[in-house]
């Protein structure tokens, strides 16, 4: 079995920061993509970031430039988003997700069940 399990969400006052990490576990694989997405009931999905394995692929968000960050670790099969300058609007359930047969940035074949991130002072 693939497994994708999200962990380092939960509450943060705005302007403050917060690291989410995945780790890819189960049947492992040489992955193409691994990335972020969120869901929300007002935006519904929205695709936060991603990037390839050879790192020369690399896609965010309009609205999270310069604010999250994305890194891999290819031993460790994880992918981290470093969020910055947290907003109200950012709050969202957030999924990892990877892809196993292409570059597709966003095409997810797996994902996990997702961490709760809530901005609020």
């Known amino acids: 079995q693939v497994h994708l399990v999200e962990s380092g969400g939960g509450l943060v006052e705005p302007g403050g920061s917060l690291r989410l990490s995945c780790v890819l576990s189960?049947?492992?694989?040489?992955?193409?993509?691994m990335g972020w997405f969120r869901r929300t009931p007002e935006k519904g999905r929205e695709n936060i970031a991603s990037?390839?394995?050879?790192?020369?692929?690399?896609d965010y968000l309009d609205s999270v430039k310069g604010r999250f960050i994305i890194s891999t670790d290819t031993v460790k099969n994880m992918v981290y988003l470093e969020m910055n300058d947290l907003k109200p609007e950012d709050s969202a359930v957030y999924y990892c997700?990877?892809?196993?047969?292409?570059?597709?940035?966003?095409?997810?074949?797996?994902w996990g069940v997702g961490t709760q991130v809530t901005v609020s002072s």
């Open positions: 990037m390839s394995r050879t790192g020369d692929m690399i």
């Open positions: 997700g990877t892809n196993e047969r292409s570059f597709n940035l966003w095409k997810f074949d797996y």
């Open positions: 189960g049947r492992t694989f040489n992955w193409y993509v």
